[in-house]
Nanobody, 121 residues
Framework: QVQLVESGGGLVQAGETLRLSCAASIRTFSTYAWFRQAPGKEREFVAAITWSDTTYADSVKGRFTISRDNAKNTVYLQMNSLKPEDTAVYYC??????????????????WGRGTQVQVTV
């Protein structure tokens, strides 16, 4: 059973920083992504990374950075200058393929259970 486990969420004030981690049970994923879902809202794309490229939602560009440590089978989401509107459950997603449309959540075959991020004013 392939597993993705997120960690690093928490409660912070606006302007502060969090770093999320996603640990994978295998190292053969070509595409990783972070999605988030706020209460009562649809799941939305945050960031994605392949072996060489990164993609960001406009709402987080310049504030969030996605990276990967292949030796540890781990993907990170560095979140700086957090805003209250960043409050959501953050999910890690992965696929063995290099996805042509990494923003589309239906393309990912593997998902973590999520980690809560709450940003207060």
């Amino acid at each position: 059973q392939v597993q993705l486990v997120e960690s690093g969420g928490g409660l912070v004030q606006a302007g502060e920083t969090l770093r999320l981690s996603c640990a994978a049970s295998i190292r053969t994923f070509s595409t990783y992504a972070w999605f988030r879902q706020a209460p009562g809202k649809e799941r939305e794309f945050v960031a994605a990374i392949t072996w060489s490229d990164t993609t960001y939602a406009d709402s987080v560009k310049g504030r969030f950075t996605i990276s990967r440590d292949n030796a540890k089978n781990t993907v990170y989401l560095q979140m700086n200058s957090l805003k209250p509107e960043d409050t959501a459950v953050y999910y890690c997603a992965a696929d063995r393929l290099l996805l042509s449309v990494p923003r589309e959540d239906r393309q990912y075959d593997y998902w973590g259970r999520g980690t809560q991020v709450q940003v207060t004013v």
